[in-house]
């Protein structure tokens, strides 16, 4: 069986150029996880590179089947000069783990908390998982295995987390399109939400 790992560099390559930085975070017990940032005028993006070694499994499921189940990378797009968001490496890291640690299958609609800010003075201590398919395509897998798909992360303010998990990811897009909400904006306030 092939290692993904180089053709999924190889897509983000293709997608988003060359990385200007790379970083990488190994976990006991886990794989090495990787964090490579491209950066695109007055944006950064941020790719984890290894979360995708490995499908991800149900966490109920008796045994992990070691080729079958979602595969996917994580993707967050912050705007360039306003805060120190280099120092996200570790918290996407952290969560790009997250399926080999705690046995969690990372998918659109989800949210990841990491528990402390995102990067020093950020307002966001969690993301939400967004569909695929935008800025980077799913990179095919010859069968059974599954395709690997780039998920975007929107950074969200404790409050905005909190409302999420009462009314659904859905409802918290919409008021951020509704508001007009700059989800790029590494100093961004929370959407009104009342």
């Known amino acids: 069986m092939a290692d993904v790992l180089p053709l999924v560099e190889a897509r983000l390559r293709t997608a988003l150029g060359e990385p200007d930085a790379r970083a990488a975070v190994t976990f006991l017990g886990t794989d090495r996880i990787e ?3 491209f ?4 944006i950064v993006r941020y790719a984890t590179l290894g979360m995708s070694a490995h499908p991800m499994t149900d966490p109920t499921a008796v045994v992990a089947d070691p080729v079958k ?12 000069g306003i805060a120190d968001t280099d120092k996200v490496l570790r918290p996407l890291a952290v969560l790009a783990a997250s399926p080999q640690v705690e046995g969690v299958v990372v998918a659109p609609g989800a949210s990841l908390d990491v528990g402390e800010p995102l990067w ?22 010859d069968a ?3 395709p690997v798909r780039f998920l975007p992360l929107l950074p969200m303010t404790p409050n905005e987390a909190a409302w999420k998990r009462v009314h659904g990811a859905q409802a918290l ?8 909400t700059d989800l790029r904006d590494p100093a961004r306030r929370s959407v009104p939400l009342d």
């Open 173 to 180: 897009q919409e008021r951020w399109l509704s508001s007009g």
């Open 35 to 37: 964090v490579l940032r």
């Open 39 to 42: 950066g695109e005028g007055e």
């Open 69 to 80: 189940g979602p595969r996917a990378e994580l993707l967050l797009s912050v705007r360039a």
């Open 120 to 141: 020093p003075g950020a307002p966001f201590t969690s993301v939400l998982v967004a569909e695929p398919g935008g800025l980077v395509e799913d990179l095919e897998l």
């Open 144 to 146: 059974p295995l599954d």
